[in-house]
């Protein structure tokens, strides 16, 4: 499919043309007929008039000649004058008469033919005797103004015909104004001069002609700074379209932070780039491939390629060359079995122009992708990326806007203890003081760990450890964040804290500080263990729900980036209620409710938030309870602490829980002799892994996620609790 030639240049010169044309045909027909082709042709058909008429200005010039000679001579003015060697009045084409002084009225005589309207016309020529310069004007009767020389004319007040004539010249002008400009300025720019922010809505591929047609008005600035549009934006987007396919990808690159780089092994025709996107982008998308197709293709043979690109997990975002060729393009964009995504001449122009070129690039994903393909919900694993960390501001300000410490984070799994410490770590980059190290242990053997982080040999010693770490820093204050130290904690424990007692020698030094985080064992080496080095080794933060207006903000700004939102406003707030605040089960939810919306749909119901939810994915985040100790009793205990709220909840309506007294009793009364401390110790360990919850001292212990209640049923929770209370009494393990 071969593009259309481009004729419009061509008819809009064409339109110039014959503007230009009836403007001076008209001007020079009333004002100027000797340059009128018209009069300049009825001239040439009287040929015998023209002759005449050339002897005759000869003639006038001979007899001003003698005129002017006899007045410097004699000092006075003649009574009659005659052209010199001309005796035969019958040959004579002017009569000269002197009526006054210094007037020269001149005649032409019946020589002319009568068809030429010369006959027994007069000039009247008149002498500055000052300047001895002649001035003329026509006489009475006056000949026809086609034979009027440039400098005779009449100085008479004009009559109706003149001023009509000026009138029709002046419309005729004016209505070649109104063509120019309406060639200038078409009725898109008129449209954009009157609201600035639709030039940002115009095709890449018009900003060329609407620059030069805002010049041409001087409006240009105008219209930028109403659009909130930078003049150097402006100006690098005028260069885009003249630059090389390259320079091309840099430039779009750039707007958002991406890194460009050449792309190998694709059979496309055109430029494919690929990019890796930056950290800021809210969406679960790393990176994708830019294509810029031939502009010589065709829309059918640029989608045929794209067709026939295998199969994959990648985003190719493909550059539309032009508007011919763009329906085609979007139509296969708009299908969701593909991972294509068109940017056309018009998004091309908002990315180019706009202040936020990364929310052009989120909501053209949104519109063309499916929107589970780049979630901005991360429903596994610690946060990453910036723009999907939210809250935690007080526990960030207690650790950053303070001099160096030790700090212990304690807390349930899938709390956010690492995407808090990735979030410090960040927040450290650069920093002029500190140099932050983080570290995610993956067994007990601390030490093994850091020296392949850092290079060195397994058998290093923490304290050369910690002065590479330093030597490193720079001169910096050295803060090591060290993740998921459970089961280092237990080892150390059971050979009684050999490299904790180093780490606390090398904090006290002022060499390192730290932060560990951990579940039971490092909660239980802080407060439950009088002889570990961890007591009044730093500030102690336990880790619970998220704040109530970052738990909203998680669950409707990034939804709201894909054009998504909430039926009702309360809508959000019952989801996080019902999440007891815990940012994973907010994230999770909301990756369900992603996946519920039909194509098209971007407003979530009450039914879909519900169904969220009790979702699979839900449940399978909240198991995993029964097993929070290695030790069979503490878990047995646990089990049993559970299954007791459990049913106190299903009792009836409304957040009914139980006591610790009340625990107490059933314990004895199943027969089951347990210490109080054991009781205890559960509570806080479902405590600390965010199960149960109590608001103060005295009151009763209920679920903290409200939706937990959901997994059970009332029957089975009796028959569960039976059991275990009667393994319990008989001393059987797990």
Request: glycine share 8%; charged share 20%.
């Amino acid at each position: 499919m071969s593009r259309p030639p481009r004729r419009q240049p061509v008819l809009r010169w064409w339109w110039l043309l014959l503007v230009a044309g009836l403007t001076w045909f008209v001007g020079s027909y009333l004002f100027v007929p000797w340059l009128n082709p018209v009069q300049l042709l009825r001239m040439q058909r009287d040929g015998e008039s023209m002759m005449l008429m050339q002897r005759a200005n000869i003639d006038m010039m001979f007899l001003r000649e003698e005129a002017l000679s006899y007045w410097l001579q004699h000092e006075s003015w003649p009574q009659q004058v005659h052209v010199p060697g001309v005796h035969d009045l019958e040959e004579t084409l002017v009569v000269a008469e002197l009526p006054q002084p210094f007037v020269l009225r001149l005649r032409f005589t019946d020589r002319f033919p009568a068809n030429s309207g010369l006959r027994g016309a007069v000039i009247e020529q008149t002498l500055e005797p000052r300047t001895q310069y002649w001035r003329c004007r026509p006489g009475d009767p006056a000949p026809p103004s086609r034979w009027l020389p440039a400098n005779c004319r009449a100085q008479a007040p004009w009559g109706i015909v003149q001023w009509l004539s000026v009138v029709l010249g002046l419309s005729v002008l004016g209505l070649a104004g109104l063509g120019m400009l309406w060639y200038w300025v078409r009725p898109a720019v008129a449209d954009i001069v009157r609201e600035p922010q639709g030039l940002l809505a115009q095709p890449l591929q018009a900003l060329p002609a609407i620059d030069r047609q805002l010049g041409w008005l001087r409006l240009r600035d105008r219209v930028l700074a109403g659009a909130g549009i930078a003049t150097v934006r402006w100006r690098d987007a005028l260069r885009y379209l003249q630059a090389t396919p390259t320079t091309r990808a840099l430039q779009l690159a750039a707007r958002i932070g991406a890194i460009d780089a050449p792309a190998t092994g694709w059979a496309l025709t055109g430029l494919v780039r690929e990019w890796t996107l930056p950290d800021k982008l809210p969406l679960a998308l790393e990176r994708l491939w830019l294509y810029q197709p031939d502009p010589a293709l065709a829309a059918d043979a640029i989608v045929q390629q794209l067709r026939a690109m295998p199969n994959g997990q990648d985003v190719v975002l493909v550059v539309s060359p032009s508007l011919a060729v763009e329906a085609e393009l979007a139509a296969y964009a708009e299908d969701p079995a593909n991972l294509c995504v068109c940017l056309g001449q018009a998004a091309q122009t908002r990315w180019l122009l706009q202040p936020g070129a990364l929310d052009a690039l989120v909501g053209l994903l949104a519109r063309q992708l499916r929107v589970t393909r780049i979630s901005p919900y991360q429903t596994h694993g610690g946060i990453t990326r910036p723009a999907a960390f939210f809250g935690r501001e007080s526990l960030l300000a207690r650790v950053l806007n303070r001099e160096p410490g030790n700090y212990l984070l304690v807390g349930g799994r899938q709390l956010g203890k690492t995407s808090l410490m990735k979030a410090i770590e960040r927040r450290f980059v650069g920093h002029p003081r500190v140099h932050c190290v983080y570290l995610s242990l993956r067994d007990h053997r601390l030490t093994m760990r850091l020296a392949l982080e850092l290079g060195l040999a397994e058998d290093t010693g923490i304290d050369a450890l910690v002065a590479e770490l330093s030597a490193r820093a720079a001169g910096r204050g050295l803060l090591l964040l060290i993740d998921e130290t459970d089961l280092f904690l237990r080892a150390e424990a059971a050979q009684g804290y050999p490299q904790l007692a180093a780490l606390r020698a090398l904090s006290e030094e002022g060499r390192c500080h730290f932060m560990l985080a951990g579940f039971w064992d490092l909660y239980e080496a802080v407060t439950l263990d009088f002889a570990s080095p961890l007591r009044n080794f730093g500030e102690v933060i336990h880790i619970g729900g998220l704040e109530q207006d970052a738990c909203v903000a998680l669950a409707t700004e990034p939804m709201a980036r894909l054009g998504v939102h909430f039926a009702s406003p309360d809508l959000p707030q019952r989801l996080v209620a019902a999440c007891g605040r815990r940012a994973n089960l907010v994230a999770i939810a909301c990756q369900q409710l992603l996946g519920q919306l039909d194509r098209g749909q971007r407003v979530l119901d009450a039914t879909q938030v519900h169904a969220a939810l009790v979702s699979e994915p839900m449940f399978d985040a909240l198991a995993g309870w029964a097993r929070l100790s290695p030790d069979p009793l503490a878990c047995r205990i646990d089990r049993i602490v559970v299954y007791q709220v459990a049913g106190a909840q299903l009792v009836g309506s409304g957040e009914r829980g139980i006591t610790l007294v009340e625990l107490l009793a059933a314990f004895d009364a199943a027969g089951a002799r347990v210490d109080p401390e054991q009781v205890r110790h559960a509570l806080a360990r479902l405590q600390l892994a965010y199960v149960v919850r109590r608001d103060a001292d005295g009151l009763p212990y209920v679920f903290a996620v409200p939706v937990f209640v959901t997994q059970f049923q009332r029957e089975e929770v009796q028959a569960l609790l039976q059991r275990e209370l009667q393994a319990l009494a008989a001393g059987a393990a797990v």
